[in-house]
C-alpha cells in the first residue's frame, strides 16, 4: 500500500490549513493510499539540537514527538507540507520542522531518501495571491535540496480566521484532487 506523511504546521486545529489537509487525505485514502499525520504544533516538540548525531547515525538524537517521522519519510511515497505564512513566512512550528529535518540529509549533505513527492498547502490573510510568493519558492527549494519534487503547491489567500470565505469549493476540491494524485 502507498503511503504519504502529512506534516500540519498550523497552530490552529480546524483553521484553513487543517480543512485543506482533511480534503487532501480524503483524496488520497479515495485512492488506497494510507496517511499518517504529524501535528507540528504538538506538545514536546524540539528544535535541532545542532549535535550532528544525524550524519553519524540513521535518524535523530531528539527523542520527542516528532523522532518517528524519519522512519515515516524514508518509507513514504508522498510528503504533505502545510503551513499558514505568518509575519512574512511559514510558521515557527513549520520552521522548526524543516530545521529537524536535518536528518533527511546524508553525512555527505546529499539527499538520504529522495524522490519523494510532496504536495504543500499554504494559506495567508493577504488578498493579493502573489504577496508571499518568494516563501513558497523558498519552500520549494529546500524540498529540492532534500531531492523531492514539489508535485502542487495550494495556496488559500484572503483568508479570515476562520477562512471559511476563501475556502471555496473550487479550493477544497482542488487539495481532494491533489491527495489523490499525488502518489497515483
Known sequence: MKKIVVFAGSPRENGTTARLIDEVIKGAR?????????????DGVKGCQGCFYCKSHEGCATKDYLQPMYEDIKHADGIVFSSPIYFY???????IWV???????????????????????????????????????????IFSGFGWTVTESILCF??????????????LERAFAAGAALVA
Open 30 to 42: 479515495s485512492v488506497g493510499v494510507e496517511a499518517k499525520i504529524y501535528d507540528l504544533n504538538a
Open 99 to 141: 530545521d529537524r529535518l536535518f536528518p533527511v540529509l546524508a553525512p555527505d549533505f546529499k539527499p538520504r531518501y529522495p524522490d519523494k513527492k510532496v504536495l504543500a498547502l499554504y494559506s495567508q490573510g493577504n488578498e493579493d495571491a502573489s504577496s508571499y510568493q518568494k516563501i513558497i519558492q523558498k519552500m520549494q527549494g
Open 158 to 171: 484572503g483568508t479570515t480566521v476562520s477562512g471559511d470565505a476563501a475556502l471555496t469549493d473550487d479550493l
Open 89 to 95: 513566512d511559514i510558521t515557527g512550528q513549520a520552521k
